[in-house]
């Protein structure tokens, strides 16, 4: 046996060695546990997505929209209880028929018998109605599919002229390459339905500056909202011509109000459009031009106005931070985290549903499940992902939303946002 | 006698305390000096790896991302990390040029991402591919220098479903 003094100092001796081993495992597990010292650059790859169709119009009614159209206050008259909407083929989406030769070590295998072998025809094109069971009281669709264009002939079938329950029609279109889904939806109009307010688009309004030349453009922008205000003050009644320019490219999709937002009309074939002045002589009047689904990042519209005895007159806003719609994101570090994007559309509000992630399946499929351990709160910087409960950390990987933009309860627009989290 | 014996010791014994004060009590001072003043040394943080440039462009079906380092950085990994949704990696071809009077090509081998690793809980479910050094058959580690680098991606048009982060790491290699 050891002395007393001799023992307690082989004891210490042992607690040190001890902690010494604690502490090296301890720093050494955590290190191994992350990956430390590095760097890295990212890029987000996306397959080629096949450009919606574009439909034009011969309508008033079409008043909001995009893929969405709202056929508001349509109550149908005997002028009007139909409405043609045309889908024209576009030049670069002819099919071109590429004959590839066979590998020589391939060989042409015949069906078997009774197997349905599918028609190749390029120029098929295919459409198919979905009405709601309120839709289909109200409204009917029929398609004509030529070669050049799908012609949509909507007509109303009820005979009162009241509407008091909101409809969708949902119409889906393959042709030509192009594959889409165009919803049209009309709103209750009657004394019962007013529109939903528009206090927050007053509140952006622009101060009133006396002005002699016949005409101004005020440079009054809401970058958030990408909304450019344009003064109009005539010394007399005229009738103004406004033509939206980007570089020398026309501009499409910008919609224009002359109530201060209360509604707005959608340009979506033209990039001109014509105000027959509704104001009494010599009054000031304010067109607001909203850009938001209109224009790319970083680029500048030019806005030109004309009238009758008035000289041609232009104008660049500066508006260049306004995307057209939410890109993709990488999500990296704690949450929550925002990503930034405009969550508004006049005086529609985007609303985030469904959050997926993909996973390869038992069959080595990629699927979207629901995920739960998500959530996304609109805000007015954009969407704020947060953790759905406390403690609980999403997993790295790949992820969609889908974005509603929505007004009255209608979903005006729907777009699907592609996201990424990579934290640890 | 005894006394005087007894008072020399004393007075010796109190010499020795007032000569260890004079001598110990200055060099406390300092030493306190230097506690409640600045420390004496500071730990520097290591240095850091960091891609000073990067630019991915298209070229037709090919995508091709630049870069260069910061600082010359030896024993580095270089992998690219792709989401999933890529359904045949194998079809991905991508190649690290290491500049010089005579580029070299460095092809890459892809692995799926293991479940677990550090990786998959940083980038999630995926594929990596890894340069090989085409002499060892092992995976490059490489010293950067600060000139321009190029992975080129090729296939991935035909290869991916769905779209995909593709992610460029750059990791020093710790023995």
């Known amino acids: 046996m050891y002395p007393a003094n001799k023992r307690i100092g082989i004891q210490l001796v042992a607690w040190m060695a001890v902690a010494t081993v604690f502490i090296v495992c301890a720093s050494v597990g955590s290190a191994h546990g992350r990956i ?17 169709p574009v439909p034009t119009h011969s309508s008033d009614c079409l008043v909001e929209g995009g893929q969405a159209i709202l056929l508001k206050d349509w109550q149908p008259t005997e002028n009007q209880r139909e409405i043609l909407i045309t889908i024209q083929r576009p030049e670069a989406e002819v099919p071109a028929v590429v004959e590839e030769p066979l590998p020589e070590d391939t060989e042409t295998t015949e069906p078997d018998e009774g197997e349905v072998v599918p028609d190749e025809d390029p120029f098929a094109g295919e459409v198919t109605v979905q009405p709601d069971a309120n839709a289909a009281l109200h409204l009917t ?26 409809t969708r029609m949902t119409v889906h279109i393959q042709w030509y390459g192009l594959e889409g889904t165009l919803q049209f939806s009309m709103l209750p109009y009657g004394d019962e339905v007013e529109a939903e307010s528009t206090e ?30 344009v003064r109009l003050n005539p010394e007399t009644k005229a009738d103004f011509t ?26 979506y074939d033209s990039h001109i459009f014509s105000i027959a002045w509704p104001y009494p002589e010599g009054w000031d009047g304010t067109v607001v031009l909203d850009f ?29 931070s306004a995307p057209v719609l939410p ?42 499940t629901d995920d739960t351990a998500l959530a996304a709160v609109t805000t007015d910087a954009g969407i704020r992902l947060e953790p759905a409960a406390d403690g609980v950390a999403p997993v790295s990987g790949s992820y969609r939303m889908t974005l509603h933009w929505v007004w009255n309860g209608i979903s005006l627009q729907e777009h699907t946002l592609y996201f990424f989290i990579n934290s640890q | 006698m005894r006394n005087k014996k007894r008072i020399s010791l004393l007075l010796a014994v109190l010499l020795l305390v007032a000569a260890g004060a ?47 380092m910061e600082k010359t950085s030896p024993d580095c990994r270089v992998f690219l990390a792709m989401s999933e949704g890529v359904h045949a990696p194998e079809a991905v071809t991508v190649t690290l040029t290491l500049p010089g009077a005579e580029p070299v090509d460095l092809q890459a081998t892809a692995a799926t991402i293991p479940a677990g690793t550090p990786l998959y809980r ?43 982060l593709l992610r460029l790491f750059v990791e020093r290699v710790h023995e």
């Open chain 1, 36 to 52: 430390s010292d590095w760097d890295s650059a990212e890029w987000i790859y996306s397959p080629a997505e096949t450009p919606p």
């Open chain 1, 141 to 166: 669709v029929e398609a004509q599919v030529t070669e050049d264009a799908i012609t949509l002939r909507l007509t109303r079938v009820d005979p009162a002229p009241g509407l008091v329950q909101a």
């Open chain 1, 242 to 267: 406004v033509s939206l320019l980007l570089g020398n490219e026309a501009l499409y999709k910008v919609r224009w109000s002359l109530n201060d937002g209360e509604t707005y009309s959608l340009l």
């Open chain 2, 22 to 68: 004079l001598v110990i009590g200055p060099a406390y001072a300092r030493y306190r000096e230097v506690l409640t003043g600045d420390p004496a040394f500071q730990v520097n943080p290591a240095e850091q790896l960091a891609i000073a440039d990067q630019q991915w462009q298209q070229v037709e079906d090919t995508y091709v991302l630049t870069f260069t």
């Open chain 1, 200 to 229: 927050e688009l007053a509140t952006t309004e622009h101060e009133i500056v006396p002005d002699l030349t016949p005409f101004s453009v005020n440079d009054t922008i809401d970058p958030a909202n990408s909304l450019a205000y």
């Open chain 1, 327 to 368: 890109q993709t994101y990488v999500v990296t570090g704690a949450l929550p985290a925002t990503m930034p994007m405009p969550t508004r559309w006049g005086a529609a509000q985007v609303q985030a549903r469904g959050i997926q992630r993909l996973i390869k399946n038992e069959q080595d499929e990629y699927v979207y």
């Open chain 2, 122 to 164: 940083l980038f999630g479910p995926g594929s990596v591919f890894r340069f090989v050094d085409a002499d060892t058959g092992e995976e490059a580690v490489l010293d950067l220098a600060t000139q321009p680098y190029t992975v080129t991606v090729h296939g991935l048009s035909q290869a991916a479903q769905q779209a995909s």
């Open chain 1, 292 to 320: 938001s689904v209109a224009l790319a990042a970083e680029q500048g519209p030019t806005i030109a106005v004309e009238a009758t005895s008035y000289p041609h007159k232009e104008y660049t806003p500066a508006l260049s």
